[in-house]
């Protein structure tokens, strides 16, 4: 079976397509390459039309979303064995991978570094420190990023909480009041359940905090107080080898921010926490 091209998929349903969705669908073609570094907010305000229509002209090309679209897009015009990493060539040799992968995360964390707004980060850290419950909401990779957050804040005494199934993730968002933190972590910052655990949140009065990319985002734009982390340039924005580090610096900068402003509290919980786990160790 051939398959189809994003671009051939575009120019044969062109007349089939509603107002918004040629708008989208000109733009696209017009600017080929610069769309798929884009999130779903820049390219539905680069086309002038809503989040809501990016994804319905997405589903009528016969994506299942706008990621799905963009991975099949890239998939246009990149080589097979650029997929992974478009910095790594299927010739290099071991060296040469680790050379570039290091590179590549050393990067990303000093570029997050250069934006990370520090007001925001002390805004969270205040959050987070009055909190009588924080919920980390994730999938994938970003849910990991959650889990390792949850286990270092429990180290320092704070009454963390995350959840792998994604209904008891929608359900704890639900019982969240004011007073309490929703902690939303997805790079694309475009991933509709952490959107919506992050929005039934807000319904409650409790205050969100949105881990996304650089950029406008739908997560970003609903959540409270954004955290933005830059990774390598990837057309495969969403399997970035370096999101993880850079997410987890960002976190790890927010914990030992937060068991500074109260030390011995934070201290007298690590000593707590290490008792309590030392029977599982030699």
């Not at 669908?25 to 080929?32: H, I, R």
């Not at 910095?87 to 040799?93: A, G, I, P, R, T």
């Not at 926490?273 to 030699?282: C, E, F, V």
């Amino acid at each position: 079976m051939v398959e189809i091209s994003c671009v051939d998929k575009i120019h044969g349903k062109m007349n089939r397509l509603t107002k918004s969705e040629r708008k989208i669908a000109q733009y696209v073609l017009a600017n080929y390459e610069k769309v798929l570094n884009c999130n779903i907010t820049e390219l539905a305000e680069n086309a002038k039309v809503s989040d809501a229509s990016v994804v319905r002209f997405c589903k009528t090309m016969g994506y299942k979303g706008y990621q799905d679209f963009k991975v099949n897009a890239a998939m246009d015009v990149l080589p097979k064995d650029r997929h992974f990493n478009p910095s790594l060539d299927k010739n290099d040799d071991t060296e040469t991978i680790c050379k570039k992968i290091f590179s590549s995360e050393i990067s990303a964390m000093n570029r997050t570094l250069s934006i990370l707004e520090m007001d925001q980060m002390e805004k969270a850290a205040e959050a987070l420190r009055n909190a009588g419950k924080i919920v980390f909401f994730g999938t994938g990779g970003s849910l990991l990023v959650g889990k390792d957050a949850q286990h270092k804040f429990m180290k320092i005494g704070f009454c963390a909480f995350v959840y792998e199934d994604v209904d008891m993730q929608m359900m704890a968002a639900s019982l969240l009041e004011e007073g309490d933190v929703a902690f939303g972590i997805s790079h694309s910052g475009s991933n509709c359940h952490v959107l919506n655990c992050i929005k039934a949140a807000a319904e409650n009065g409790a205050t969100t905090i949105g881990l996304v990319s650089q950029g406008k985002t739908p997560i970003s734009k609903q959540a409270d107080i954004s955290l933005y982390a830059a990774t390598e340039k990837t057309m495969f924005q969403s399997e970035s080898v370096s999101t993880r580090i850079v997410q987890l610096a960002i976190l790890d900068s927010l914990l030992s921010i937060l068991a500074f402003k109260d030390y011995e509290a934070s201290y007298e919980a690590i000593q707590e926490t290490r008792k309590a786990t030392s029977n599982n160790k030699y």
